[in-house]
Structures are given as C-alpha cells and as structure tokens.
C-alpha cells in the first residue's frame, strides 16, 4: 500500500522510527526500514532509535565514544542506502527518563561523542544542551499509557514541541498502543502551552503505519528540519488514518 500525498505537500518525513541495531524493540535494520519508506511514499526519515535511557539495542557499559558509534548504526545503515535510492535520512535520538520520552533533532553522530554530559543530564538540562547544540526538543507520544511508563509526566516547558500524532495510536494497522484519544490530549496539551507540533509513526518495522510530518519543498538537513519546526513553517500532519492541520483540523484521509 502506498500513502495518497496532497499535491500542496508532497514532501513527506517519518520523524520517529526504530531499527533492530539501535533499539532493542526494533526489528528490521535501517536499509530495510528505508526500503519499505520509500516504496510506501516518504521523501526521508529520522532515525530515532532509543538511547541509554530507554530500549537500547547497545551495551551501556561500553565506553562513550564506541557506545555513540555503535548507536548510530542504525542511522548509518539507513543513510547509506537513502543514498543510494533519493531518500533523505536523517539522524535523531529518543531519550528515555524512566518511561517519559523525548525526541531530539538537529544534532549530530559528533556532536554527541563531544559531549558526554548529555548522558546524566536531567530533562531540564537536556533542553538547555540540545539548544546549545542547534537542535530542538519534542516530547514523544506524553500521554501513552504503558506497563514501561510508571506514569504520565509532562514537559512542556522543557519541550520545543509536542508530539501531537503518534501513528501507533492511530493508525488501522498498528499492534500496540493504539488509543487515538492519547493524540487528542497531546493536541490539546499543545495548544494550552503554545507549543509547536510533530508527528511520527514511533514505527519498530517494515509495517508501514504511515504517520509523518509533509512540507511543500524538500528537506536538503536535518537543521532545515528544525528550522521548519521553529519558524512555524506550513506544513501538515498524518497520524496514521487522517492529514491534519497542525491546529489538529481533518484535511482528508490518508488512503
């Protein structure tokens, strides 16, 4: 199956995806996860497998710099095949604080060996760093509810923007999470505290689940990315089932 793109935004990104060599729950490698993007629609991905906070395929007793290297497997897999089909893959990172989950973008494989710190950080510092490195903050998916998530705790004051559609809650053909009035109360918390918005599939597979964020132009970076997020730039939101303004408004189905 293949994703119907509006005319007006045909440039479509997963902005939350897993592979099997950076998260634990992840079952196909970057290469494949590419592949079955490309075929089903997308222009590009981020590559936001989970870090030493969460379900981390990687031993965290290895050193920093090897632990980081291994960790961006994923993305490498990913971004060398993207180069070799016209796919965009960009690199990005799920942190994990005793269940609560953030999403980090705009920062590189570098910019993490060269600060180690980012390791104890606490979320407050978390935000303060991923700033100081050019990169934004969305907290992922707030209102999950989970046997790994001991309770709902939300950041918004230590968040760029909301994840407002998680195509697992969503979409018709998840197999876990799925509860769309989990979206409805991140849309809701979104617009209480002003914040800017995502979306993402969250998807561990090559079952494509379809969620995304679709500009009207291409992405050449991941800072363009930010800077897109940041500027307030129209662009529009799938959630697995439906094309929503960032307001949350129904535009059309996706299929």
């Known amino acids: 199956m293949r994703i119907r793109l509006l005319p007006e935004y045909p440039y479509l990104y997963e902005a939350h995806m897993h592979t099997n060599i950076g998260s634990a729950c992840g079952n196909n490698t970057g290469a494949e996860m590419v592949k079955a993007c490309k075929e089903y629609g997308y222009t590009g991905a981020f590559i936001t497998d989970h870090n030493w906070g969460g379900n981390t395929a990687i031993d965290r007793s290895l050193p ?4 980081i290297l291994r960790y961006a497997g994923g993305y490498n897999d990913a971004k060398q095949c993207g180069d070799k089909c016209d796919f965009d893959v960009f690199f990005g990172m799920e942190t994990g604080y005793k269940g609560t ?4 973008y705009g920062l590189t494989v570098k910019w993490f060996i060269d600060h180690p710190e980012i390791r104890e950080a606490s979320i407050a510092r978390q935000y303060e760093l991923v700033h100081e490195g050019g990169g934004i903050v969305s907290q992922a998916h707030p209102y999950r509810v989970e046997d790994y998530i001991p309770e ?4 918004p004051e230590y968040a760029d923007a909301i994840e407002v559609c998680n195509a697992t809650h969503s979409s018709p053909y998840s197999k876990a999470h799925n509860n769309p009035a989990w979206d409805d109360s991140a849309r809701e918390l ?6 800017l918005v995502t979306a993402g599939s969250d998807t561990h597979s090559i079952n494509m689940l379809g969620g995304g964020m679709a500009f009207k132009h291409r992405l050449k970076s991941a800072e363009e990315f930010c800077e897109a997020v940041l500027s307030d730039e129209d662009y529009i939101l799938s959630d697995g089932m439906y094309w929503r303004h960032k307001s949350g408004e129904i535009i059309d189905k996706i299929y």
């Open 190 to 195: 979104a617009a209480k505290h002003n914040k």
């Open 64 to 67: 920093w710099e090897e632990w």
């Open 101 to 104: 989950e953030f999403l980090l």
């Open 152 to 155: 709902i705790r939300l950041f």
